[in-house]
C-alpha cells in the first residue's frame, strides 16, 4: 500500500484526500498543512505549503512513494523541481510550466501562438501607461493582475473610476506584490471550468463544472475564490453542462486544451499535472477567459465526487510520465455550496463556532476550520465549508444541498442561495 503526502489545507486537499481514500492502492496519507476536516481522514503535518524545504525532508523521512501538489504557490515555488531532482514521485507541474498560470501575459502569448481562442488584451507595468489605455478604451474592461492573486486578482470595471482604482491596487498600492497588469477585451456569456489531467501531450479531460465567482446572490459584488459549483449528470450531455453541447465541448478539448499541452511540451516546458481551462461561451464560441496550473477550487469538490477510476492510477501514471488511464466518470449531478465567513473577500473574523449536525447526512468539504483545544470546530478562513450533495438530477443535488447547509449552524458564516440557478 502506497504512502501519499497532500500538499495543501484547503477544501480542494479535502477533495483529493476522500478520493485517495477510496483508493485500493492508498495506506497512509499525510497532509501539509492540512485543517480540521482533513484530519478525519489524514495525518496533518504543521508544514506550509510553500516550505518546499521542509516538505522535502518529510517526504524522504517518511518514505513517502506519491505527493500531490493541491496549491498554485507550492508550484510556482518548484517544488515539483525540487522533489524529482531528489528522486522522488510528484503529481504537479514544474515551475516553468506553472507559468501557465503565475503569469497571465505568458499564457495570453501561448494563446496567441496557439490560435487559441481568447480575449484581446496589452500588458503594463506603468500606472499612467494603463490608466492612458483604459481611458482610451470602451467599458466595461477587465482588469487582471499578472501574478498569483488566489483567484481574486480579476477587476471587471464598469466605468474609468473603478478601473483607475483597479490600478491603483495592483501597481501602485501593490495589493498582490509588484507585477504587471493584463487588461482584456470584456467578453460576454456563461462561463464554465473544464479541466483534464495532463501528461506531456496526452490530455485527458475530466466533466465540466460551473463555478460562481461573485460573493452574493444575481452574481453581485465583489470576485471571490467561488461561492460554489455544480456539474450535471449525462442526461444533459457529455460535457456535464446542460449549456454545453457536446461539439462544443469537444471544440474546447481539441482546439483549446490540446494545443496548449502540445505547445508548452514543445517549448521544453511540459505539463504534468491539471490544466484548468476557465472558459466562456461567447456569441462567437468558446473563448479562454484564463488557464490554472492545479486543480480549480471549488470546481475539484463537485468534480472528483463523479470519479469512478482510482486516482492513484492517474496521479501516479502523470507523476511517472506515462499513458494516463482514461478516466470514467459517475452519472450524477452533484452540488456545493460555500459557507464563508461575513465580511469575505474583505476583512472578517476567526473563531467563530461552528455545529454541524450529527444527522448532516451530505459530504462536506473544510475549506478555513482548525480544533481549539477543547475539540470544538471554529472558523479560521475566509471561506469555511463546502456542503455537497449528489443526485440523479440538479434539481435533487441541489434540494438535498441546501436542506443539508440549514444543518450547518454558525453566526459569522453567509452564503449563496442561487447556485446552480443558470439551469434550474
Same mark, same amino acid.
Given at each position: ?54 516538505? =522535502? ?8 512513494? =506519491? ?191 490540446? #494545443? ?22 461567447? #456569441? ?92 470544538? =470546530? ?34 459569522? =458564516? ?11
Amino acid at each position: 500500500m502506497a504512502s501519499v503526502l497532500v500538499v495543501g489545507g484547503g477544501g480542494r486537499e479535502h477533495a483529493i484526500v476522500d478520493v485517495l481514500s477510496r483508493s485500493a492502492r492508498v495506506g497512509k496519507i499525510y497532509c501539509a498543512p492540512g485543517n480540521a476536516g482533513i484530519a478525519q481522514q489524514a495525518e496533518c503535518v504543521p508544514l506550509k505549503d510553500t516550505d518546499v524545504d521542509g516538505l =522535502l525532508q518529510f517526504a524522504q523521512a517518511k518514505g513517502i512513494d =506519491l505527493t500531490v501538489v493541491g496549491p498554485e504557490a507550492a508550484l510556482a515555488a518548484g517544488i515539483v523541481d525540487r522533489f524529482r531532482a531528489a528522486g522522488l514521485k510528484i503529481f504537479g507541474h514544474t515551475q516553468a510550466a506553472t507559468a501557465i498560470e503565475s503569469s497571465k501575459e505568458f499564457a495570453k502569448q501561448l494563446m496567441l501562438r496557439s490560435h487559441v481562442p481568447t480575449a484581446s488584451y496589452c500588458a503594463f507595468r506603468e500606472f499612467s501607461q494603463a490608466l492612458t489605455y483604459v481611458r482610451a478604451g470602451s467599458f466595461p474592461t477587465v482588469i487582471k493582475y499578472d501574478g498569483l492573486a488566489a483567484g481574486k486578482g480579476v477587476v471587471v470595471a464598469a466605468d474609468l473610476a473603478e478601473a483607475e482604482a483597479a490600478l491603483r491596487d495592483m501597481l501602485l498600492d501593490g495589493r498582490y506584490g509588484e507585477g504587471k497588469v493584463v487588461i482584456e477585451e470584456f467578453l460576454t456569456g456563461p462561463e464554465f471550468s473544464l479541466m483534464a489531467f495532463v501528461s506531456g501531450r496526452q490530455v485527458c479531460p475530466m466533466v465540466a463544472a460551473q463555478d460562481h465567482k461573485r460573493a452574493y446572490d444575481g452574481d453581485k459584488g465583489p470576485n471571490t475564490g467561488g461561492m460554489g459549483a455544480y456539474t450535471e449528470s449525462f442526461a444533459t450531455g457529455k460535457s456535464g453542462l446542460s449549456f454545453i453541447s457536446d461539439e462544443e465541448y469537444d471544440f474546447a478539448v481539441t482546439h483549446i486544451l490540446q #494545443p496548449v499541452a502540445d505547445a508548452m511540451a514543445d517549448a521544453g516546458t511540459p505539463l504534468s499535472g491539471v490544466l484548468y481551462g476557465g472558459l466562456m461561451k461567447t #456569441p462567437s464560441g468558446i473563448k479562454v477567459i484564463e488557464f490554472n496550473a492545479r486543480f480549480g477550487d471549488p470546481e475539484t469538490e463537485v468534480v472528483l465526487p463523479r470519479l469512478e477510476s482510482d486516482i492513484f492510477d492517474i496521479f501516479e501514471a502523470v507523476a511517472d510520465a506515462r499513458v494516463i488511464p482514461a478516466p470514467t466518470w459517475r452519472d450524477e449531478s452533484v452540488m456545493g455550496v460555500v459557507l464563508a465567513s461575513k465580511g469575505y473577500p474583505g476583512s472578517y473574523s476567526k473563531g467563530a463556532p461552528i455545529d454541524v449536525g450529527p444527522d448532516f447526512g451530505e459530504r462536506i468539504c473544510h475549506m478555513g476550520t482548525k480544533r481549539t483545544d477543547e475539540g470544538g =470546530l471554529v472558523t479560521a478562513g475566509g471561506r469555511v465549508l463546502m456542503v455537497i450533495a449528489g443526485a440523479s438530477t440538479m434539481s435533487e443535488a441541489a434540494r438535498r444541498c441546501y436542506a443539508a447547509v440549514e444543518k450547518v449552524h454558525c453566526d459569522n =458564516l453567509f452564503y449563496r442561495k442561487d447556485i446552480a440557478n443558470y439551469v434550474l
